[in-house]
């Protein structure tokens, strides 16, 4: 008999142990991104920040190795533009923490615009399809919510929106840990 899938009890009880682990992890910070949303969203910028600056550096020397390349030049301009953001962001957080909600915002307005009229759409043919207008709506008011409160909710959207997925990520963790395999 071939059976397929993945056995969590079956397998080294190591599998759970590491499953709880993270996912007490995720859910302690979780918590304290929930708890401290200024911090976590200063922490978040400053990574993201760092991480251009990075990334931002490693194209600039790729555009500089590959000299033969026509868009080495092109390459060159976004590449060092990305790591000149992430040096602004580093020496002016409240900048990053700014134009990093309204991206998160425009996220939102425009995943709220698309899935109103995706519901729409396919209303004659789908039955579920004001689930999705309702997300839509809920999108849209979140964008709206935190737009009108702009730059004030810049300070703490960010730290609290990764809380939340960290928290959310955290207890799917400890779920899985906790249920038993079954065989597919």
């Not at 304290?32 to 760092?50: D, G, H, M, N, R």
């Not at 790591?83 to 915002?105: C, H, Q, R, W, Y």
């Not at 997300?135 to 702009?150: F, K, M, P, T």
């Not at 703490?156 to 928290?167: A, E, K, T």
Request: proline letters at 4%.
């Amino acid at each position: 008999m071939i059976t397929s899938g993945i056995h969590l009890r079956e397998g080294p009880p190591r599998a759970v142990n590491a499953l709880r682990w993270i996912g007490w992890s995720f859910v302690a910070l979780g918590a304290a991104s929930v708890l401290a949303p200024q911090l976590a969203t200063f922490v978040a910028t400053s990574f993201i920040a760092a991480a251009m600056v990075f990334w931002g550096a490693l194209g600039l020397w790729m555009s500089f190795t590959l000299r033969a390349f026509p868009e080495r030049n092109f390459s060159a301009v976004a590449f060092g533009l990305l790591a000149s953001l992430g040096i602004v962001f580093l020496a002016l957080p409240t900048l990053g923490i700014e134009v990093l909600t309204m991206l998160v915002v425009a996220g939102f307005l425009a995943e709220g615009i698309v899935s109103i009229a995706y519901g729409l759409r396919v209303s004659a043919r789908l039955r579920g399809w004001r689930w999705m207008v309702a997300s839509g709506i809920a999108a849209l008011v979140i964008g709206l919510i935190v737009l009108y409160g702009w730059p004030d909710t810049a300070t703490w959207l960010l730290g609290l929106l990764l809380g939340i997925n960290f928290l959310s990520t955290g207890i799917a963790l400890l779920a899985l840990g906790r249920a038993p395999s079954r065989i597919a």
